[in-house]
């Protein structure tokens, strides 16, 4: 029997701050979920924008 082990070098940092700040926004600040879901729309674009596809 195996076990599936998640690969450090296959996290995508950009993707992984992303996710840290919307959960915090969201639990810590009592931001709205609408809220946080179009400010992580807003900068996924804004980063794909200027740094391309990932």
Do not use: H, Q
């Amino acid at each position: 029997m195996t076990v599936d082990v998640p690969v450090f070098s296959s996290v995508n940092i950009p993707s992984l701050v992303l996710t840290t700040a919307a959960v915090i926004a969201a639990f810590r600040f009592k931001v709205g979920m609408l809220t946080v879901l179009v400010a992580c729309s807003v900068l996924g674009i804004l980063y794909e924008t200027i740094y391309g596809l990932v």
